[in-house]
C-alpha cells in the first residue's frame, strides 16, 4: 500500500469516528438547504443521489428541545425514518457533555449513567449498540455516535446466547469523570430494571403489554425521579393502542411530549424506496409504518385512508365560501384551522391549520388567524365567552373580545348546531358529520396541514369515549363545521347605480 493510500484510509477512518461531530437534526438550518448538498456530504451520500422534497417539519430537533422541558419523550413515527439516529445522537451527547452550539435542549454539568432497552439481545446488539458504538471490533469500534478517542478500554461483553452483545461501557465526559451506559432487554423482565437511578433511559421500540414486560415503563419512570433525570422512547406503534401509547395519548398533565413523523418528514426516501418498502407490508400495517399510527382497531376514529382524504394544495377559487375556526388554549394549545366550501359540489376543504403551546398574547394569535385574508369570519366555543385569565377588574375582556379588538372578525355567537341552542355542544354529531363526509368524497385536507392530520391520526376512544387529548386543530375544524352555514365568499357586493332617464319630465 503506498503510503498516499494508507494516509487516505486513515483519514477515512478518522471521520468515520467523527459522526457525533456531523449530525444535524431535521429542523437545523443544514438539513432544510433545497438541494440537499450539505446533507450528503454529512451522511456520505454521492450527489448523485435523490434528493426528494420533504415537509421540512423540524420534528428531530422538536424532540431534542423537548427535553428541556418534559422528562418524559416518545418519538412515535414510521419506520425508517430516524427516529433511533435521533436518540442515539442524543444519548451520546449526553454521555461526552460535549453539546452543539444549536443545542437547546436538557443538559447535564456531570457524567451520566444512561440505560437502554431493546426488546431482545440482537436487537440491543444490531440496533443501539450500532448507533452508539458501531461495532465492537478494533475496526468498527467508535464508528458510531461516540468518538472513539472517548470510549474508555473496551465494553464488557454479556454471554446472551448470540455473539457481540455489549453489556455496558464507559466514556470520558468533559468535565474530566467518565459516564457509563448499561444496555438493557425486555426479555430479562422487569425485575432487572429496579436498582440504581439512571439519569437518562433510551427506550428503542416498546415492552410487550404483558405480566414479564408490562411494569418495565413504571420502573424506568420510578429511577429518574431521584435523578432529576429523562425518559425518551422511539417506536413504531406496531403492537396497537398498548398501554404506553395510552400513557402518552391520554395524558392531559402536559408533562409528556409526543413527537410524530410520517415518510413525508423525511429527505432521505424517495418514491422508489417508498414502493419497495411497501410492496412488504400488509395492508393494515401501512399506517403505521409509514405513519406511526397505532394498531387501534375499533378504537381509532378516522378509518378512512389518509390518502384518499388528503390532497395537494390548490389555489382557491374566490366563489369558495370561507370560515375560520379556533379553539382556545387554556391548559393546552391554541389553534385555529381554515376551511373552504365547495358549495356547488359540497366538498369542505381543510387548507391550513396553526397551533402554539404557551403563547397568552392575543395579539399574537390574532395575527395567524387573520393572515392573509382578515376578514374571513371565525367560529369560536362556548369558553370564548369567559373572561381572559390575563384580565381583571373593569378592564376585563372575554377570550373573544380579546380577538376582536385584534381585528379578527368573530361570528356573533359560539359554534352550535341550531341558532339556539348555544353553550357545551356534544362532540359526536359533528364527528359523525365529518367521517360521512370523508367517506363520500366530501371532505378534502391539504396535505400541508400536518397538525390536523397528526392529530386525525391519533384521534380514537377508549371504553367507548372520545380521548379529548391533543385535538386542538381537530377541534378548530369541527367549529367551523359546524357553522358553515355563516361562511362568505370573497365576492365584493357592487351597489346598483339607479338608472338616468333622458326623458324630460317637464310639461
Not at 435521533?86 to 456531570?110: L, N, V
Amino acid at each position: 500500500m503506498s503510503e498516499l493510500q494508507e494516509l487516505l484510509q486513515q483519514l477515512e477512518t478518522r471521520i468515520a469516528q467523527r459522526k457525533l461531530f456531523t449530525y444535524r437534526p431535521y429542523g437545523h438550518p443544514d438539513t432544510l438547504s433545497p438541494d440537499g448538498a450539505l446533507w450528503k456530504r454529512m451522511n456520505a451520500l454521492p450527489e448523485a443521489d435523490e434528493w426528494v422534497e420533504w415537509s421540512n417539519k423540524p420534528w428531530q430537533l422538536d424532540f431534542h428541545n423537548g427535553g428541556a422541558t418534559h422528562k418524559e419523550r416518545m418519538a412515535k413515527t414510521g419506520n425508517r425514518e430516524g427516529k433511533t439516529v435521533c436518540a442515539a445522537a442524543e444519548t451520546s451527547i449526553h454521555m461526552t457533555g460535549q453539546y452543539p452550539d444549536w443545542w437547546e435542549g436538557k443538559r447535564f454539568d456531570h457524567p451520566v449513567l444512561v440505560w437502554t432497552g431493546s426488546p431482545t439481545n440482537e436487537t440491543s446488539r444490531d440496533i443501539v449498540q450500532k448507533e452508539l458504538l458501531g461495532g465492537t471490533s478494533t475496526q468498527e469500534l467508535g464508528t458510531g455516535f461516540i468518538p472513539k478517542e472517548l470510549i474508555v478500554g473496551r465494553p464488557r461483553m454479556r454471554q446472551a446466547g448470540c455473539s457481540d452483545v455489549v453489556d455496558k461501557f464507559k466514556v470520558n465526559h468533559v468535565s474530566g469523570g467518565v459516564s457509563e451506559c448499561i444496555m438493557k432487554t425486555y426479555e430479562q423482565g422487569w425485575r432487572k430494571w429496579q436498582g440504581t437511578a439512571p439519569h437518562v433511559i433510551w427506550l428503542d421500540e416498546e415492552p410487550e403489554d404483558n405480566e414479564a414486560q408490562g411494569k418495565i415503563y413504571s420502573e424506568a419512570r420510578t429511577r429518574i425521579i431521584t435523578s432529576n433525570g429523562i425518559i425518551m422512547v422511539t417506536f413504531t406503534p406496531l403492537l396497537g393502542n398498548t398501554a404506553l401509547v395510552t400513557r402518552y395519548t391520554d395524558d392531559t398533565s402536559g408533562k409528556k411530549l409526543i413527537v410524530e413523523a410520517t415518510w413525508d418528514d423525511v429527505p432521505h426516501l424517495n418514491d422508489h424506496k417508498k414502493q419497495d418498502a411497501l410492496a412488504g407490508y400488509q395492508p393494515w400495517e401501512i399506517a403505521s409504518r409509514t405513519a406511526g399510527v397505532p394498531m387501534m382497531g375499533e378504537g381509532r376514529i378516522f378509518t378512512t385512508e389518509e390518502e384518499d382524504i388528503a390532497v395537494d394544495p390548490f389555489e382557491i377559487p374566490p366563489y369558495f365560501a370561507r370560515l375560520n375556526g379556533i379553539d382556545f388554549g387554556l391548559d393546552h394549545p391554541f389553534a385555529c384551522a381554515k376551511i373552504a366550501i365547495d358549495r356547488d359540489n359540497d366538498i369542505i376543504y381543510v387548507y391550513d391549520d396553526y397551533r402554539k403551546k404557551g403563547e397568552i398574547n392575543m395579539a399574537f394569535h390574532a395575527a395567524k388567524i387573520k393572515e392573509p385574508l382578515p376578514w374571513i369570519p371565525v367560529a369560536w366555543p362556548h369558553d370564548g365567552a369567559k373572561r381572559s385569565p390575563s384580565a381583571g377588574g373593569k378592564e376585563a375582556k372575554t377570550l373573544k373580545q380579546k380577538l376582536v379588538v385584534n381585528g379578527v372578525n368573530m361570528l356573533n355567537k359560539s359554534a352550535r348546531y341550531s341558532n339556539d341552542a348555544g353553550g357545551p355542544q356534544p362532540v359526536w354529531p359533528i364527528v359523525e358529520e365529518v367521517l360521512e363526509r370523508e367517506r363520500s368524497g366530501r371532505f378534502k385536507v391539504f396535505k400541508t396541514c400536518r397538525n390536523y392530520l397528526e392529530e386525525r391520526r391519533n384521534y380514537h376512544t377508549k371504553e367507548g369515549k372520545i380521548v379529548a387529548t391533543r385535538d386542538d386543530c381537530l377541534k378548530a375544524a369541527f367549529y367551523a363545521v359546524m357553522m358553515k352555514r355563516y361562511a362568505k365568499t370573497g365576492f365584493k357586493k357592487h351597489s346598483r347605480k339607479p338608472m338616468v332617464s333622458c326623458m324630460s319630465t317637464r310639461v
